[in-house]
């Protein structure tokens, strides 16, 4: 297979190897701590009790300790199962659901903050804000539109905090990112023969954060914060296995969605505290993605992919309950949006759609310097209809897909907390 008819291949791939399926909406990971996975993330930006706080809202440190360090890491595991009411996959015919799209992976975090002064807080954190991982079992009558997909995201935010006075704080932090994808599907060949290809693209790029914590009594915090877009340039190679390895190489620009949140916590008592969370989410930054063939240099894309997301708001309560000096229960729901409009947009590297989560933990006071959080989720996936097309005349062998996903995500989470 020539270069050139390779670089045609890469439309069907690239949007793809951005939309794995995740816990929050889209191809989001709320897992920067696994301490707020008891509280189904509540309160996630007015909390700071932990130096996770660097993440979700870096005025929150000027509540810590003068040292803190925090580490945890969180499982997710997603289900997703594919059920056909008609497909039509032309060379691909074949009666395979694919199983199991899903699978578990960890996503690490760890934090540290420390005070320069009163008043000047300083820090670092580590996490993934996007990825996870689909795959599909073999037989799968959905293979030339995807077998495999994986992203992977790695961010690095230094931050700071200023305590304005006993009422207001404000923070800011740079993000470095790199982004990583690598897709998988199979094309066909003629006489029912099919090869694999494997697109992979990644880059690295820098955002911003900013968050401020209001007081507004001693039993009262109000927290807000906003994360910027980041935007990539992701440079790759489509490598296409066809009686003898081919490749070219691809490009695509990718601006990731900026997101704000406003939480409150409430002390109702010495022993009940209320968390709430309202967030936002702009995923219609990625109105589209234009395809570019490296190898001829052309200014005009190759494909245009029309991805038609739109922004999406998730609402969280919880609450906690300190059993003695030692225990405290926590507990939470949340209804998350997808950013997917409608069936035919819905990607089978994407079986995405809205959501509620379930969630119940327990906080243990080790000693006066530090904690471990224990955290268990379960979310519960609307189910989500398919009828994507893609057996047009510009690609007539990628089939239409159509049916229902049913689906559901487990999360498990530890974090362990260290004053000094």
Excluded: C
């Excluded at 471990?372 to 047009?392: C, E, F, P, R």
């Amino acid at each position: 297979m020539s270069q050139i008819n390779s670089m045609k291949l890469i439309p069907a791939l690239v949007l793809a190897a951005f939309s794995g399926a995740a816990n929050a909406s889209g191809f989001q990971l709320l897992e920067q701590n696994a301490s707020g996975i008891s509280s189904a993330y509540a309160g996630s930006a007015a909390v700071a009790e932990n130096a996770s706080t660097i993440y979700f809202n870096p005025a929150g440190m000027t509540q810590l300790q003068t040292h803190e360090v925090s580490a945890g890491v969180a499982a997710v595991g997603p289900t997703f199962k594919f059920h056909n009411q008609g497909s039509s996959v032309g060379a691909f015919a074949t009666a395979g659901e694919g199983g199991n799209a899903g699978g578990w992976s960890a996503i690490p975090n760890g934090y540290v903050s420390w005070a320069l002064n009163k008043d000047v807080y300083v820090g670092v954190g580590f996490s993934a804000p996007f990825g996870l991982k689909t795959e599909y079992d073999k037989p799968w009558l959905g293979a030339a539109q995807a077998t495999m997909f994986e992203i992977k995201t790695y961010n690095i935010n230094p931050s700071i905090a200023y305590r304005v006075n006993d009422k207001v704080s404000l923070g800011a932090g740079l993000n470095w990112q790199r982004v990583e994808a690598t897709y998988e599907r199979q094309a066909s060949i003629g006489a029912g023969a099919a090869t694999p290809i494997k697109l992979g693209l990644d880059d690295d790029a820098w955002g911003w954060n900013v968050g401020a914590l209001f007081t507004l009594s001693p039993s009262t915090k109000v927290g807000v914060s906003y994360r910027s877009t980041i935007q990539y340039h992701t440079e790759g190679r489509l490598d296409v296995a066809n009686g003898g390895p081919s490749s070219a190489d691809a490009k695509a620009d990718l601006k990731l969605p900026d997101t704000f949140i406003m939480s409150v916590t409430q002390k109702l008592s010495d022993r009940w505290e209320m968390l709430g969370d309202v967030s936002w989410t702009g995923w219609s930054s990625i109105p589209k993605v234009d395809i570019m063939n490296v190898t001829t240099g052309s200014s005009t894309p190759v494909q245009t992919l029309e991805t038609d997301f739109r922004d999406t708001w998730r609402v969280a309560l919880g609450g906690n309950y300190k059993y003695n000096d030692a225990w405290k229960l926590k507990f939470g729901m949340a209804y998350d949006q997808t950013p997917v409009k409608r069936p035919e947009n819905r990607l089978v590297s994407l079986p995405d759609n809205d959501r509620v989560w379930f969630s119940f933990g327990t906080q243990w006071v080790v000693d006066k310097a530090s904690r471990l959080d224990l955290g268990l989720t379960y979310i519960v996936i609307k189910d989500s209809k398919i009828d994507n097309d893609q057996g047009t005349v510009a690609a007539p062998l990628r089939g239409r897909v159509t049916g229902e996903y049913t689906g559901n995500i487990w999360l498990l989470g530890a974090q362990y907390s260290m004053s000094f």
